[in-house]
């Protein structure tokens, strides 16, 4: 399995992990503390989308796999980051994160079937 594929897959966990984290908290609001929960997880998805975009980028602009564009994978790194925050609070509306996280995911299993 190339890095590409297994960063990728770290990103599609840390993907379901919110996803969850948020059907979590829209349930039942759960107390958490800014500095020992939130950050912590919020960083570590920062973390994966910083070395994933050092990967796919170049892969992308040298192999043009077809449906795959570079600000497309830009999106993706803003859409997770930005769900990962909206995550901790369950109020956040339910279409507009879900149409996110499902656009997160296609994207990111797209990545998987083309990478080397």
Partial sequence: MSEIQEVTKRLLQQ???IWELYLANQKEQQAF???????PFVDAVKETCDAWLLLVIPWVRKDRPT????AQLRQVTDNIQMIAVSAFNG?????HFNDHYQSVEYTLKRVLEKAP
């Fill in 91 to 95: 109020k956040s509306f339910y279409k």
């Fill in 33 to 39: 503390d800014f500095y020992k929960d939130m950050k």
């Fill in 67 to 70: 449906y795959i564009g570079e």
């Fill in 15 to 17: 993907n379901e992990a």
